[in-house]
């Protein structure tokens, strides 16, 4: 029996499955990309995932993180790989080491520091680009990006040995091309993400959306969250396909949640919306 109750978004040939409530768990994960956007209280269906994708370190985003590596070595399975802000990899090292001598284990993990601007390789042609965010000390958010090699127009139409000949040449005869296919904001007050065009052309975008009322501005302001009037702002300017809302509080219903971005949003944004909550 699995161990948390997910949402399950089918969007095209990819899954989306998770838990996101402020303050109390968020762990997205998209299997057939083999990568998890925090990693919460570790449910067990993330856990033959290799990739944990970690913006901060607040622990409804990173407690799982022990467990996810401990129960990977208890299955057999190789250590997981987790992408983290650098500043992190010091208390996290501690962390497992800790819950090691209180295992009696040593817990094997593979920990990658990551900063604005790196890139990782999870599959041959799959990458993860992280790029800043405002929320913490070091935190990041991951866009998960296809890259390709696209044959130039003029040469389209040539047959095979006439390719292979141009290139004993020396001729290039393709470009780079990359495609943007998710992008998981994680926790962040608002920032003009339509400036990089790898988030603003991603066919998914994952974005938190936490305080919904007028009086909690001040609430999203001292959290560094984003309040429902940035995210109308933000979406606005953004060009993705669908768009899934996380972190959601439970102080405000999901019902009234629905009616307040419906009304917030222009009917061609809302119909991308997705209430990651609304899907369990």
Not at 153 to 158: I, K, Q, S
Request: aromatic share 8%.
């Amino acid at each position: 029996m699995a161990s948390h109750n997910l949402a399950h978004i089918k969007i095209g040939d990819l899954e989306v499955i998770g838990y996101s409530v402020a303050g109390e768990e968020t762990v997205v994960a998209i299997p057939q990309l083999d990568v998890c956007f925090d990693i919460g209280k570790a449910p067990d269906q993330i856990i033959p995932i290799n990739n944990i994708l970690l913006t901060h370190g607040h622990m409804d985003h990173a407690a799982g993180i022990a467990y996810y590596l401990s129960h990977r070595n208890f299955c057999g399975q190789s250590p997981g790989t987790i992408l983290a802000p650098q500043n992190l990899l010091g208390p996290i090292r501690e962390i497992i080491d800790a819950w090691g001598r209180l295992d009696g284990n040593k817990v094997p993990a593979n920990l990658v520091g990551v900063k604005a601007g790196d890139e990782y390789q999870i599959k041959p042609n799959l990458f993860a680009r992280v790029f800043p965010t405002k929320h913490s000390r070091g935190s990041v958010g991951y866009s998960v990006i296809e890259k390709r090699k696209k044959i130039k127009p003029e040469y389209a139409g040539l047959t095979g040995p006439q390719i292979v000949e141009l290139k004993k040449q020396g001729i290039e005869i393709d470009y780079p091309l990359e495609i943007p296919i998710v992008t998981y904001l994680g926790d962040t007050k608002y920032v003009d993400f339509s400036q990089l065009e790898y988030i603003s052309q991603s066919r998914i975008l994952i974005a938190e959306c936490t305080f919904y009322i007028d009086e909690h501005t001040g609430r999203a302001e001292a959290g560094r969250h984003m309040h429902i009037n940035e995210f109308a702002a933000l979406i606005e300017k953004l060009k993705n396909e669908h768009i899934i809302v996380t972190h959601t509080t439970q102080r405000t219903p999901m019902r009234q949640i629905r009616k307040i971005l419906k009304e917030a949003l222009p009917p061609e944004k809302y119909d991308r919306i997705i209430l990651l909550m609304d899907k369990r």
